[in-house]
């Protein structure tokens, strides 16, 4: 008997034989766990956890009953909260049936690499928050005055800026008659916005720091940077916690609508992996997090509902109306952010269903709408694809359900940024023979025999589709040709046409790493997205032609803008035309952290960018089934031939096109 089983954060999944251990099962499919104890679960490193209830997307019913029973061990070793919470070792939980198995941080192989690097940028530094230092008389029988109403008249009459309402915050206040006394009245007050005190310090304080945070639907990168200076102290990145609910945004949608306690479990999980990042952030820079004095948040729409804890439920129909689009001040303790309580947590705007803060954080860090001649196409790459168009005329923007498989998941051997992955690929198409680079290593096979990989990430997915069809291994329509004589082209196990990109005894995880036709097929349902995407963007405008490219996303600074261009990811354009920027959505939280006019533009933007359905369009289906063609079943790509042509000329070999 076989059961599914299913590893999150990275995506993994197969049948699994009953009886066989979670840590067995690990890897069989390739999932790394810690483990020292070689199973004697001494070593309390393969902990991981259960996630019970329905899975519609993967039709099963997870729950702790379709694992053998706590062993002794178990027992011994687990507390009696981490038991409550559904925690077992991998080594002692035995397969009985049907499970999701969430594997935490501390217990993965292999530390997530979360290529985030975005470009260098120009900004004005003008920060919400800012220190204001003042220097007062002591209270004296005289002077009747409160301690609050003594400090609101110093600043106010030193600082002509500030509010003449000038406000406290209530945890501020509770520090002030203190603060004032240990610092010989003088203090430094940390105010939001002019108006409001948010923080009492003793002395000079010229410090203040914040913290920019990008959650994405599959990966949440985050940035801790100085007030005063606009320094960016330290970046942490992880996989979204949530991730175990669902990889796409509809799936956690359904989880929350088929589980009385799914929004909760959704938004806690991510709220605590927030705080887990701001801790590292705040030990690397060697503060405490309670020094943090805001925080900008940028996500989907759907993400911003979970993360607010706003019910997500009617974005999943029509009219995907969202519950709120302007953007948003919380208090942090309202969030459950372990930052200053007092602090400000600022929310971009959303511009129209699920296009949402993450791509205002895009639209003000490149900022199309300010280019009078150049017609504009940027692209967020992510699990949901955003997509604008346009200049300072008029500006379009869409969404599109990409799917994680440009990302690594819902790919037979894909696998997050991490040592080991595969983010390079070259084939030749005389002998089909592959050239790839792993992270973690600077060769390139097979110029190293033994290169440890264990998968393919999001860069190499693309490069490979790419190299694949342009050595002819598959043609427009991405069937495999099976008569191609190679042992690198074969039936698998399945009895599907797969190609062999890197044999076991390349491998960390001793068997051959495979793209397979359901791989192809996962990446056209993706790039098709985002190309139909583009081109009804095109024709609301009528433009016939984009002048330039712009690539975002997490592991954007990484993807190969030839290979891009060569699967039809976007309408043709040339190639030096073509950049990767990072995650833009990460620097626009951060400019809008640094900068706090950028947040009204970003408000102003909002409302004039027209936001297209492109879903509802009567030729939508028959041109998602055009676009998922290499590059594409009918448009002419003559700039992608004029590339492909010179290469093959300045190599001597010849090329599909």
């Given at each position: 008997?076989?059961?599914?089983?299913?590893?999150?954060?990275?995506?993994?999944?197969?049948?699994?034989?009953?009886?066989?251990?979670?840590?067995?099962?690990?890897?069989?499919?390739?999932?790394?766990?810690?483990?020292?104890?070689?199973?004697?679960?001494?070593?309390?490193?393969?902990?991981?956890?259960?996630?019970?209830?329905?899975?519609?997307?993967?039709?099963?019913?997870?729950?702790?009953?379709?694992?053998?029973?706590?062993?002794?061990?178990?027992?011994?070793?687990?507390?009696?909260?981490?038991?409550?919470?559904?925690?077992?070792?991998?080594?002692?939980?035995?397969?009985?049936?049907?499970?999701?198995?969430?594997?935490?941080?501390?217990?993965?192989?292999?530390?997530?690499?979360?290529?985030?690097?975005?470009?260098?940028?120009?900004?004005?530094?003008?920060?919400?928050?800012?220190?204001?230092?003042?220097?007062?008389?002591?209270?004296?029988?005289?002077?009747?005055?409160?301690?609050?109403?003594?400090?609101?008249?110093?600043?106010?009459?030193?600082?002509?800026?500030?509010?003449?309402?000038?406000?406290?915050?209530?945890?501020?206040?509770?520090?002030?008659?203190?603060?004032?006394?240990?610092?010989?009245?003088?203090?430094?007050?940390?105010?939001?916005?002019?108006?409001?005190?948010?923080?009492?310090?003793?002395?000079?304080?010229?410090?203040?720091?914040?913290?920019?945070?990008?959650?994405?639907?599959?990966?949440?990168?985050?940035?801790?940077?100085?007030?005063?200076?606009?320094?960016?102290?330290?970046?942490?990145?992880?996989?979204?916690?949530?991730?175990?609910?669902?990889?796409?945004?509809?799936?956690?949608?359904?989880?929350?609508?088929?589980?009385?306690?799914?929004?909760?479990?959704?938004?806690?999980?991510?709220?605590?992996?927030?705080?887990?990042?701001?801790?590292?952030?705040?030990?690397?820079?060697?503060?405490?997090?309670?020094?943090?004095?805001?925080?900008?948040?940028?996500?989907?729409?759907?993400?911003?509902?979970?993360?607010?804890?706003?019910?997500?439920?009617?974005?999943?129909?029509?009219?995907?109306?969202?519950?709120?689009?302007?953007?948003?001040?919380?208090?942090?303790?309202?969030?459950?952010?372990?930052?200053?309580?007092?602090?400000?947590?600022?929310?971009?705007?959303?511009?129209?269903?699920?296009?949402?803060?993450?791509?205002?954080?895009?639209?003000?860090?490149?900022?199309?709408?300010?280019?009078?001649?150049?017609?504009?196409?940027?692209?967020?790459?992510?699990?949901?694809?955003?997509?604008?168009?346009?200049?300072?005329?008029?500006?379009?923007?869409?969404?599109?359900?990409?799917?994680?498989?440009?990302?690594?998941?819902?790919?037979?051997?894909?696998?997050?940024?991490?040592?080991?992955?595969?983010?390079?690929?070259?084939?030749?198409?005389?002998?089909?023979?592959?050239?790839?680079?792993?992270?973690?290593?600077?060769?390139?096979?097979?110029?190293?025999?033994?290169?440890?990989?264990?998968?393919?990430?999001?860069?190499?997915?693309?490069?490979?589709?790419?190299?694949?069809?342009?050595?002819?291994?598959?043609?427009?329509?991405?069937?495999?040709?099976?008569?191609?004589?190679?042992?690198?082209?074969?039936?698998?196990?399945?009895?599907?046409?797969?190609?062999?990109?890197?044999?076991?005894?390349?491998?960390?995880?001793?068997?051959?790493?495979?793209?397979?036709?359901?791989?192809?097929?996962?990446?056209?349902?993706?790039?098709?997205?985002?190309?139909?995407?583009?081109?009804?963007?095109?024709?609301?405008?009528?433009?016939?032609?984009?002048?330039?490219?712009?690539?975002?996303?997490?592991?954007?600074?990484?993807?190969?803008?030839?290979?891009?261009?060569?699967?039809?990811?976007?309408?043709?354009c040339e190639l030096e035309k073509i950049v990767a920027v990072g995650n833009a959505a990460g620097d626009g939280a951060q400019v809008a952290l640094l900068d706090k006019d950028k947040r009204d533009e970003a408000q102003r933007v909002a409302k004039e960018v027209e936001f297209v359905e492109t879903a509802v369009e009567p030729d939508f289906q028959q041109r998602f089934a055009d676009?998922?063609?290499?590059?594409?079943?009918?448009?002419?790509?003559?700039?992608?031939?004029?590339?492909?042509?010179?290469?093959?000329?300045?190599?001597?070999?010849?090329?599909?096109?």
């Amino acid at each position: 008997m076989e059961y599914n089983v299913i590893f999150q954060p990275s995506g993994r999944r197969g049948k699994i034989e009953e009886d066989k251990t979670l840590l067995e099962a690990s890897r069989e499919l390739g999932v790394d766990i810690e483990n020292t104890c070689g199973g004697a679960g001494t070593c309390k490193k393969c902990m991981v956890k259960i996630e019970e209830g329905y899975f519609e997307k993967f039709n099963i019913d997870s729950k702790m009953s379709n694992l053998s029973d706590l062993s002794a061990h178990e027992k011994r070793k687990l507390t009696e909260e981490q038991v409550e919470d559904n925690i077992r070792f991998a080594c002692h939980a035995k397969v009985n049936g049907d499970v999701l198995v969430f594997v935490p941080e501390e217990s993965r192989g292999a530390n997530q690499v979360v290529l985030e690097t975005g470009k260098e940028r120009v900004f004005n530094l003008n920060p919400a928050v800012k220190n204001y230092y003042v220097e007062m008389g002591k209270a004296t029988l005289a002077d009747e005055r409160g301690d609050w109403e003594r400090l609101q008249q110093a600043l106010t009459e030193k600082y002509g800026e500030l509010d003449r309402g000038l406000t406290i915050d209530y945890f501020a206040l509770k520090t002030l008659p203190n603060s004032l006394r240990e610092g010989d009245w003088k203090i430094t007050a940390s105010i939001w916005n002019d108006k409001e005190v948010i923080s009492v310090n003793p002395g000079l304080v010229e410090k203040a720091y914040g913290v920019a945070v990008d959650i994405g639907t599959t990966t949440v990168a985050a940035y801790l940077l100085d007030l005063k200076s606009g320094a960016l102290l330290s970046k942490k990145s992880m996989m979204n916690p949530q991730v175990r609910y669902g990889e796409d945004v509809l799936s956690r949608i359904t989880y929350s609508m088929m589980n009385e306690d799914g929004l909760e479990k959704m938004h806690d999980a991510i709220i605590q992996g927030l705080n887990d990042l701001i801790v590292k952030m705040t030990g690397e820079a060697e503060i405490i997090p309670a020094q943090v004095a805001e925080v900008v948040l940028v996500f989907n729409t759907a993400m911003h509902h979970i993360a607010l804890g706003l019910e997500p439920k009617h974005m999943g129909r029509s009219p995907f109306a969202p519950a709120v689009k302007q953007s948003l001040n919380i208090k942090s303790r309202d969030m459950g952010i372990n930052v200053n309580p007092a602090a400000n947590v600022h929310v971009l705007p959303i511009e129209a269903g699920f296009v949402g803060p993450d791509n205002m954080g895009v639209m003000i860090a490149e900022e199309p709408y300010m280019q009078k001649d150049e017609m504009r196409l940027l692209i967020d790459i992510g699990t949901n694809g955003e997509i604008d168009l346009g200049n300072s005329d008029k500006m379009l923007c869409t969404s599109c359900a990409t799917g994680p498989a440009l990302e690594g998941a819902q790919i037979k051997f894909g696998m997050r940024a991490a040592p080991g992955a595969i983010e390079n690929v070259e084939i030749d198409p005389q002998t089909y023979e592959p050239r790839y680079r792993v992270i973690g290593k600077e060769e390139w096979y097979p110029d190293i025999k033994k290169t440890d990989s264990k998968g393919i990430c999001g860069s190499g997915i693309i490069d490979v589709i790419a190299e694949m069809f342009k050595a002819g291994i598959f043609g427009k329509t991405g069937r495999i040709n099976k008569k191609l004589e190679t042992p690198r082209v074969r039936k698998g196990a399945d009895g599907k046409m797969e190609y062999v990109l890197a044999w076991a005894d390349e491998t960390s995880i001793g068997k051959d790493i495979t793209v397979t036709q359901g791989d192809i097929r996962a990446v056209q349902l993706a790039k098709s997205a985002l190309y139909v995407g583009a081109k009804y963007l095109m024709e609301k405008l009528g433009v016939e032609k984009i002048d330039s490219v712009t690539l975002a996303g997490a592991f954007g600074s990484y993807i190969n803008t030839e290979s891009a261009l060569a699967i039809g990811m976007f309408p043709d354009c040339e190639l030096e035309k073509i950049v990767a920027v990072g995650n833009a959505a990460g620097d626009g939280a951060q400019v809008a952290l640094l900068d706090k006019d950028k947040r009204d533009e970003a408000q102003r933007v909002a409302k004039e960018v027209e936001f297209v359905e492109t879903a509802v369009e009567p030729d939508f289906q028959q041109r998602f089934a055009d676009a998922m063609g290499f590059p594409h079943s009918k448009d002419e790509f003559p700039n992608l031939e004029k590339v492909l042509k010179a290469n093959a000329d300045k190599q001597g070999k010849a090329v599909n096109l």
